[in-house]
């Protein structure tokens, strides 16, 4: 099953207008947390914004926030006043124990979504 | 971030070869996470080490794939005789403790691509 699902292959808006990226997760564990990252052309991957499972406020990084429904289990993310330097593929994801005895965290990727910032 | 980094930027290798990539995480994180991004796809976990010891290699292909942290220097990534399906973005991630933290910040990537 998939654990992190984003069913937005590509999406499309106009400059200055606000857009919503949708993810929705899947877990049993009460404790997790949410990521979003940007990977521009050039390949990086840059940190956009965190929710924890037990944060109480929707976390905001500038123009992005990120809208957390954790009864319907989705963590969209909102990016205000678009700009042509926001193009670019945005992965959401979710860290979640290992399992294993020697403890420790992953990070499951959804399969991204392709924003395009039009004039 | 660039705290995190990883050489080289790019490496090409003839099917066969071994490619060998490099992650030298943030000062004072001693936890050493490593990604695979296979093309139009997100990334996919591989190995979680600590200093000299492989914690969780879950995510690593049974074969030719090999990784280490060592007491001194980067963490390494090996792949021996590398293969077409092998050409990726691999990336890392660094973390002080076991916890990937509320920044969990990647380095900025090794491209390989085999020919």
């Known amino acids: 099953a998939q654990k992190i699902t984003q069913t937005q292959p590509g999406m499309f808006v106009q400059e200055k207008e606000a857009v919503t990226l949708d993810c929705t997760y899947d877990?049993?564990?009460?404790?997790?947390?949410l990521f979003w990252y940007k990977q521009p052309s050039s390949g990086e991957m840059i940190f956009l914004i965190y929710?924890?499972?037990?944060?109480?406020q929707n976390a905001t990084e500038g123009r992005y926030s990120l809208n957390f429904q954790k009864a319907r289990k989705s963590a969209n993310l909102v990016i205000s006043a678009s700009q042509l330097g926001d193009s670019a593929m945005y992965f959401c994801?979710?860290?979640?124990?290992?399992?294993?005895?020697?403890?420790?965290?992953?990070?499951?990727f959804g399969t991204g979504t392709q924003l395009k910032v039009e004039l | 971030n660039a705290g995190v980094m990883q050489n080289p930027r790019h490496l090409v290798r003839r099917r066969g070869q071994e490619a060998r990539l490099r992650c030298s995480p943030m000062?004072?994180?001693?936890?050493v996470y490593w990604y695979r991004q296979l093309p139009e796809e997100g990334l996919k976990f591989m190995v979680y080490?600590?200093?000299?010891?492989?914690?969780?290699e879950s995510g690593m292909p049974k074969e030719r794939f090999s990784a280490e942290f060592p007491k001194e220097g980067p963490s390494i990534l090996r792949i021996q005789q590398v293969v077409r399906g092998d050409s990726a973005a691999y990336f890392c991630?660094?973390?002080?403790?076991?916890?990937?933290?509320?920044?969990?910040?990647f380095g900025q990537g090794t491209r390989l691509t085999v020919v």
């Open positions: 080490l600590q200093k000299e010891n492989i914690i969780d």
């Open positions: 000062k004072g994180h001693s936890h």
């Open positions: 994801a979710m860290r979640e124990p290992l399992g294993g005895t020697g403890g420790g965290n992953k990070l499951t």
């Open positions: 929710q924890g499972s037990y944060d109480q």
């Open positions: 991630a660094s973390s002080p403790l076991g916890r990937l933290n509320t920044e969990a910040f």
């Open positions: 877990t049993s564990d009460p404790s997790y947390g």
